[in-house]
């Protein structure tokens, strides 16, 4: 954002009610030893299991991420349950642009209760079509969201069940989900990743993300003004 963007908006009389952090990770962090030891406990455990999206399954296992999603997040502040036509345009989205592995989902005992999702930069596709499809456009971007790896992947949704929030099970199951994708993703020549957006008071998230090496490298501000 331009330097007068904020005093312009607070001119309006509008006020700032919350910032959204958005955490970047590189390919070249080493995840720290105590964290590397909490992963390898948790997958060497029976009670924790984690598996990637079923696309066979998808209608399945959607309804398994946005119940997780609709639990994890609904003391947040601004949180909003999917509505039905955001279920179809997510799974739509899911079906066309990502693999199962982009997507994993931990049981604790069987009962689904944690999950991360990553999706394709789609910058990294589109950059020198101009924005253009049509002719050549189009079949180049199908060729590459075949053939290629995305550079650069995004975490926009993330959640552990409220249940075990503040616990070490729900310690271990976010980074169980989150660490199995960063690996798959560096496995295939990701370079950087994005998770956003993080509230600005979820300290335990922010803290968890941090512990990783992830660095904050932009802020998101939302605005309000009273009618």
């Not at 060497?44 to 946005?66: Q, Y």
Request: net charge positive.
């Amino acid at each position: 954002a331009r330097p007068y963007y904020g005093p312009r908006i607070a001119e309006l009389g509008f006020a700032k009610v919350k910032d959204t952090i958005a955490y970047s990770m590189d390919r070249s962090m080493k995840l720290p030893r105590a964290m590397d030891a909490m992963f390898n406990r948790a997958l060497a455990t029976d009670d924790i299991k984690v598996r990637p999206l079923d696309k066979k399954n998808l209608e399945r296992d959607l309804r398994i991420i946005i119940d997780i999603f609709n639990d994890a997040w609904s003391e947040n502040w601004g949180f909003v349950p999917f509505t039905p036509e955001e279920i179809t345009k997510l799974g739509n989205d899911l079906k066309m642009l990502v693999k199962g592995d982009y997507i994993s989902i931990a049981t604790y005992q069987g009962e689904p209760v944690a999950m991360a999702v990553t999706l394709p930069n789609i910058n990294d596709w589109i950059f020198d079509l101009k924005g253009r499809l049509l002719p050549f456009g189009l079949p180049k971007l199908l060729w590459r969201m075949l053939s290629r790896h995305p550079r650069s992947v995004r975490m926009p949704l993330m959640g552990v069940k409220k249940a075990y929030h503040g616990t070490a099970i729900g310690s271990a199951l976010a980074l169980t989900v989150i660490e199995t994708l960063r690996r798959y993703h560096v496995a295939r020549g990701t370079e950087q990743a994005e998770l956003s957006w993080i509230l600005e008071d979820n300290m335990p998230m922010r803290r968890m993300i941090e512990s990783l090496g992830a660095r904050p490298y932009k802020t998101y501000r939302v605005f309000e003004k009273d009618l």
